[in-house]
């Protein structure tokens, strides 16, 4: 009689075709995400453009975007109130540049807002210490000015994401 423990082992072949059978039941494609509700939507597009005069950048990532403004609303409860006023100060005021604002917002507790949003555009990161979540690493606003010349500091030799990029042609192959 065969003992019973050998009987659970699958055969190489067996494995396969009953894992190849798993995959074909399981749907491929991911959990649809719910479409974002009109208010969330202006709200990204009031926090994008707020980004745009305090960081006196235009070319703004809206996914980072919405991942700042998800996070520092997470951080502090009052964030989302206190972000809301700020942006109708600037809509108000026609502030042309941050330094304009940043004047007008001495003594004022929203300059604290003012400054978490340019922190995190620059920074990459809204909250500091170990545990902190990088939202944007590449593509933080305090690398950009000399990325030309400077490679983001990484172990990786070539740069973050070095992998994705198609290799330099060989112009002469080596003889071995």
């Known amino acids: 009689m065969e003992n019973s423990f ?5 055969s190489r072949r067996q494995l396969l075709l009953s894992s190849g059978a798993a995959l074909v ?6 959990f649809a995400a719910s479409a974002p509700s009109s208010t969330e939507v202006a709200t990204l597009k009031k926090f994008m453009a707020f980004s745009k005069l305090a960081t ?5 990532d809206e996914t980072i975007g919405g991942q700042f403004y998800a996070a520092l609303s997470g951080k502090d409860a009052a964030f ?4 809301g006023n700020l ?4 809509k108000s005021g026609g502030y ?14 929203l300059r604290d807002t003012l400054f978490s949003v340019i922190k995190a555009w620059y920074s990459g990161v809204v909250e500091e210490g170990t545990g902190a979540t990088v939202y944007a690493f590449e593509k933080a606003l305090m690398y950009q000015p000399a990325r030309d010349v400077v490679v983001i500091p990484t172990f990786a030799f070539n740069g973050p994401d070095y992998w994705v990029a ?3 042609p060989v112009s002469h192959m080596p003889q071995f």
């Open 6 to 10: 050998e009987r659970i082992f699958l």
């Open 25 to 30: 039941a399981v749907p491929l494609r991911p």
């Open 56 to 60: 006196g950048h235009v070319n703004l």
């Open 80 to 83: 989302a109130e206190s972000f």
């Open 87 to 90: 942006a109708d100060m600037v």
């Open 96 to 109: 042309p540049d941050v330094e304009a604002l940043d004047a007008a917002l001495t003594g004022n507790p």
């Open 166 to 168: 198609e290799p330099k």
